[in-house]
């Protein structure tokens, strides 16, 4: 038997010449397919392309009748090609028609041919054709061989993604790299982007695919894996990192793949068969991502993610390409497109640019979507496998409201996606009309509506939006978004700012309510069975006073000679309260005794979002100042659903009779007092449950700002006393058929309110 043929290099070398010959398409892939069958001494050579609706289409060939280009067809999975394609793996076969998946077309003549060799051809792990080549004789090919062809399959996937071979596909087929998708995730943030691909991330493109020099490229390689391993110990050994925890596992896994000689090994018998050390880099990283995303185990397939990482870092050094665009280099439109990222990273972005952001992780109530609702951008998370169905630059819709991404969208989704943007602007116009006008029912109710904060990119909206102040301020946003504990000052700082932002409007600053889900990486607690319920928020505090009595100090000094408002988060005892209060006094008094000037007036008061102070409401009114219901928490615990598990956190409705009572005891023991009280969950931005929250008593609304004007218009056309009645009856009378909800919307349908 004879060795194996001419050997690699020399076919890329031919291949790069082809590459750069003046011809069409259709040519040049003809030479291809001829010089792959000279080099490899096959009788046969074909290239088959994948199109959008499945099917694997002859594109050329050497060898098979001519007349069967364009017309030999077959479906992934169907015959020897579409087992290749579905499985994404090389057949090696001496005898191609005893297989059992072997199918006969007769318009290619290939009844002929034995020995069978077919390698997917393969980008970012994506299979966009299949290459083959088939000899007469019995014969298993070699494994050099078989590296070989993938390599050149490797080219041919960059002729697919520089669109080469779009034009050849014939009238009314399309080639499926460049199909329309509709990736389901899920809404993180409200509203819909329209714009241009760019990855956080971004795949390196790479020029020189062929290596003219192996040894030299080997070495490249080494200096650059060296490189990547130091700069992962770097990472590792950093402090604020910590000894243990998820994060920290996370970067272990890098590292046990950055030692991984299997890898480098692959890497280094792709140079020797003629690529360039990114080449090998991406051939390597593009086998593994084919390989693992088939697995069925979860495990593994998360560390795929790792590996694509470390791989891109790679090339990077390779390349020396700093990552990420900036200024100038980054579109007007851009959607972001992310595995996962920083909420730091994303403030890195400029914001007038963003028009979305997708990310493959990303639950509701991670830090980045919690920046990036706060920032009003359209968001979807948990898109499955997104970075790499896109590349830079593919037009995409971002639907932040039905939790869904196209990618490359047909003109006629684009055009109804564009309308709704419009329909929407038109919508924000006419809520900026009203921002100066004050809510106030249509029988006279004045209601105040405030918006939730957190960080310093909120405050321009106070104005923008025409809120009446802060109702929340969630403190705990500038300790999730640093890299380390924010210190006295900083804290200060930002409290500071945020008074002369609000000026005469009220702001509310909500202790810190850190724990559960809101974890910082530099502050470990252990591990929990059940965080929501455990050490977090207010017992945090307490337990751990000097944390609080540093917030506590930077919002006494923050606020000197204007009035400071103080809200505790999670009560769930009033001896909470009476403890925290000790605790400003004590620092009142040390401010005083220091020459300090102390805030005008210090108010306290606490959230209402642990059912346990439902039945103690006499004794709560005493103890503060003011009250705020946490729905979002309330709702929680009283129908012991978890908020952040998706599976469950919609399955009780709000606006249901036995929360919607709790809520009406509250706002009644309030009013029947004096006391202000004000609900700053997420029902209070949705218009139908601020309806009924006004129909309740509630006089005080805190929401996210893009709310305020919706909620607004809702409360000028709303009959308050007329659904107070209705909605009493409802509430009081167990026996009525039908849901408060479908009670509310017909009220709403029939009053012309504007849900
Ligand atoms: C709530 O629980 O309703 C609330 C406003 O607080 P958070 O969402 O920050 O827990
Ligand atoms: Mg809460």
């Known amino acids: 038997m004879r060795g194996p043929p001419a050997g690699p290099r020399v076919l890329l070398r031919r291949l790069r010449e082809i590459m750069a010959e003046p011809i069409s398409a259709q040519e040049r892939l003809n030479k291809i397919v001829t010089q792959i069958a000279a080099n490899m001494v096959a009788e046969v050579c074909s290239a088959y392309v994948l199109r959008s609706d499945g099917v694997l289409e002859l594109y050329a060939t050497e060898g098979l009748k001519a007349e069967s280009v364009h017309r030999a067809q077959l479906r992934v999975g169907q015959g020897l090609v579409g087992t290749i394609a579905e499985e994404a793996r090389p057949l090696n076969l001496p005898d191609a028609q005893s297989h059992p998946a072997f199918q006969y077309l007769p318009e290619t003549g290939e009844e002929q041919y034995s020995a069978f060799l077919g390698v997917p051809i393969l980008r970012a792990g994506r299979t966009l054709g299949v290459l083959v080549v088939q000899n007469r004789t019995h014969r298993t090919y070699y494994d050099e061989e078989v590296e070989a062809l993938q390599t050149t399959a490797m080219v041919l996937a960059e002729m697919l993604a520089v669109g080469e071979l779009e034009r050849l596909a014939p009238p009314g087929t399309q080639i499926d790299l460049k199909r329309p998708l509709t990736v389901a995730g899920v809404s993180l943030g409200e509203g819909v982007g329209l714009g241009h691909v760019v990855l956080h991330e971004p795949r390196v493109v790479i020029t020189a695919l062929i290596g003219e020099d192996a040894e030299a490229e080997s070495a490249r390689l080494d200096a650059a894996i060296a490189s990547l391993r130091l700069f992962v110990d770097d990472m590792l050994s950093r402090d604020d990192i910590g000894e243990s925890g998820e994060h920290r596992d996370v970067l272990e896994a890098y590292r046990m793949f950055a030692n991984d000689r299997g890898w480098a090994r692959r890497m280094h018998e792709a140079i020797r068969n003629g690529l360039s050390a990114e080449a090998a880099v991406e051939k390597v990283q593009s086998d593994t991502r084919a390989r693992l995303q088939r697995q069925i185990d979860p495990f593994l397939r998360d560390r795929l993610h790792d590996f694509d990482d470390l791989a891109n870092r790679l090339l990077r050094v390779l390349m020396n390409k700093p990552h990420g665009l900036s200024g100038d280099e980054l579109p007007r439109d851009a959607i972001l497109v992310a595995r996962n990222m920083g909420a730091a990273e994303l403030l890195d972005y400029d914001r007038e640019r963003i028009r979305g952001l997708v990310l493959e992780e990303g639950g509701p109530t991670s830090h980045v979507t919690i920046v990036a609702r706060a920032l009003g951008i359209a968001s979807v998370g948990r898109a499955g496998n997104i970075v790499s169905l896109v590349e830079n630059g593919d037009a995409i819709i971002v639907d932040g409201i039905g939790g869904e991404v196209h990618i490359r969208p047909p003109a006629d989704v684009e055009s109804a996606y564009a309308e709704k943007v419009r329909f929407r602007a038109k919508r924000q116009e006419q809520y900026r009309l009203l921002r100066d006008r004050p809510a106030v029912t249509r029988d006279g109710h004045r209601v105040s ?60 600053f909500r202790t810190l309510d850190i724990g559960g889900d809101k974890v ?48 505790l988060p999670m009560v769930t005892d009033l001896d909470e309260i009476r403890q925290t209060r000790g605790l400003i006094d004590r620092d009142l008094a040390h401010l005083r005794r220091h020459g300090y000037e102390a805030p005008a007036r210090v108010l306290v008061g606490a959230m209402v979002e642990v059912p346990a102070l439902l039945f103690d409401l006499d004794g709560l009114v005493r103890e503060v100042d003011f009250l705020s219901v946490g729905s979002n928490d309330l709702l929680q615990f009283m129908t012991a659903t978890d908020r952040g598990n998706m599976r469950v956190a919609s399955r009780f409705d709000a606006l249901s009779r036995p ?89 709403a349908e029939a009053e012309g309110v504007p849900l």
């Open 520 to 567: 910082l990486p530099y502050f470990r607690t252990a591990e929990e069975e059940n965080p929501a319920m455990g050490w977090r928020a207010i017992r945090l505090g307490l337990d751990r006073p000097g944390l609080l009595r540093m917030q506590i100090r930077a919002l006494l000094q923050a606020a000197a000679g204007r009035e400071l408002r103080i809200m």
């Open 659 to 747: 929360f919607l009572r709790a809520l009406r005891q509250i706002v009644r023991k309030a009013e029947s007092v004096g006391m202000p009280v004000t609900l700053c969950g997420e029902m209070a931005g949705n218009p139908i449950a601020a309806m009924a929250l006004i129909a309740l008593g509630y006089r005080s609304l805190s929401m996210s700002a893009a709310a305020i004007g919706p909620v607004k218009a809702m409360t000028h056309a709303l009959p308050a006393a007329k659904l107070a009645t209705a909605l009493d009856t409802i509430l009081d009378d167990g026996s009525q058929e039908g849901t408060v909800r479908a009670m509310l919307t017909a009220f």
């Open 449 to 508: 509506l405030l918006m939730n904060a957190g960080l310093l990119v909120d405050l321009p909206h106070l104005v923008e939006a025409g809120a009446e102040g802060i109702g929340l301020f969630r403190t705990e946003l500038q300790f999730m978004i640093a890299a380390r504990m924010p210190k006295l000052r900083e804290q200060q700082a930002l409290y500071g700012s945020v008074l002369d932002a609000a000026g005469d409007r009220p702001v509310t």
